[in-house]
């Protein structure tokens, strides 16, 4: 077994070394609600900043509202070589909740490989969630929502990171803001194709599926006249156009941002107004 393989350890009620007191930093959240209300949350941190020995985070909050808990979950790397980060939270159709999250390991902020894990809780409603074991799901980092196809296909965001090769050169064909498709309820998960987009950066791509059913996809990519590039699948995403870069108002700063269709059909897009810098 390869060391960035070992599976991380998943702590239920976590100690005093995991509780609020005891943390210096935290960042890149994620949110989810269950059928009933039920709020939950989830971010990372560990150590003095991004780096090797970063965990990740869960916390809830009750139907009636009020007050989140102290963590109720711990992802913990399985040594202080590896690092837990960049996690999501999602709840599938089938309303069981997935935490999925990246993991690497070689004492490395990202070893060039990489892999997107998960776990997962039958019942979203639950205060403290009956996780799966630990599975991994694919090289590469994910940490943007999944997206449900008309197809009933569920398609997973996971990049390759291109900027970052370290012991992985034979990944290099594959450093794309990839697409990883399960076509039966999340038991097993297939790369299906990648997307190139001019000065990505942290890719942090999210797919909608348009209403003639091609695929659009958002990429996060460096400073400029943008900030974020796009990309169109004709095929169900095993091929994609050339990026590009987005036109106004369809920019950032070089940040995350959010795209989602609602209920109405309509899609919702949370970015950044400034292109010159963040603003939070």
Request: proline share 8%; with cysteine.
């Given at each position: 077994?390869?060391?960035?393989?070992?599976?991380?350890?998943?702590?239920?009620?976590?100690?005093?070394?995991?509780?609020?007191?005891?943390?210096?930093?935290?960042?890149?959240?994620?949110?989810?609600?269950?059928?009933?209300?039920?709020?939950?949350?989830?971010?990372?941190?560990?150590?003095?900043?991004?780096?090797?020995?970063?965990?990740?985070?869960?916390?809830?909050?009750?139907?009636?509202?009020?007050?989140?808990?102290?963590?109720?979950?711990?992802?913990?790397?399985?040594?202080?070589?590896?690092?837990?980060?960049?996690?999501?939270?999602?709840?599938?159709?089938?309303?069981?909740?997935?935490?999925?999250?990246?993991?690497?390991?070689?004492?490395?902020?990202f070893d060039g490989r990489g892999g997107v894990w998960c776990i997962r809780s039958e019942d979203a409603s639950r205060p403290v969630p009956q996780w799966s074991v630990p599975r991994r799901l694919?090289?590469?980092?994910?940490?943007?929502?999944?997206?449900?196809?008309?197809?009933?296909?569920?398609?997973?965001?996971?990049?390759?990171?291109?900027?970052?090769?370290?012991?992985?050169?034979?990944?290099?064909?594959?450093?794309?803001?990839?697409?990883?498709?399960?076509t039966d309820a999340g038991v097993t998960w297939t790369r299906r194709g990648g997307a190139d987009v001019p000065d990505r950066h942290y890719d942090e791509h999210m797919v909608v599926e348009r209403k003639d059913g091609t695929l659009w996809m958002l990429v996060r990519t460096k400073p400029g006249l943008s900030g974020m590039g796009e990309s169109v699948s004709l095929d169900r995403g095993a091929t994609w156009l050339s990026g590009k870069a987005t036109k106004a108002p369809l920019t950032g700063p070089n940040s995350r941002f959010f795209i989602r269709r609602l209920q109405s059909g309509r899609l919702l897009l949370v970015t950044h107004l400034r292109t010159d810098r963040r603003s939070d």
């Open positions: 077994m390869k060391p960035m393989d070992l599976s991380a350890r998943v702590v239920d009620l976590p100690g005093a070394e995991f509780q609020p007191g005891a943390r210096q930093w935290q960042g890149i959240p994620g949110l989810e609600c269950a059928s009933n209300g039920r709020l939950w949350a989830t971010w990372y941190t560990g150590t003095e900043g991004e780096g090797p020995g970063n965990h990740v985070v869960v916390a809830t909050c009750p139907v009636t509202g009020g007050a989140w808990t102290d963590p109720v979950t711990v992802v913990e790397p399985p040594d202080d070589r590896h690092r837990c980060f960049d996690p999501c939270l999602w709840i599938d159709p089938l309303k069981r909740l997935w935490l999925f999250w990246a993991q690497c390991g070689g004492g490395q902020h694919c090289d590469g980092v994910m940490m943007n929502k999944p997206t449900v196809l008309s197809t009933g296909e569920w398609m997973l965001p996971a990049a390759l990171w291109r900027f970052f090769g370290g012991d992985w050169a034979d990944l290099d064909t594959l450093r794309y803001s990839n697409v990883v498709v399960s």
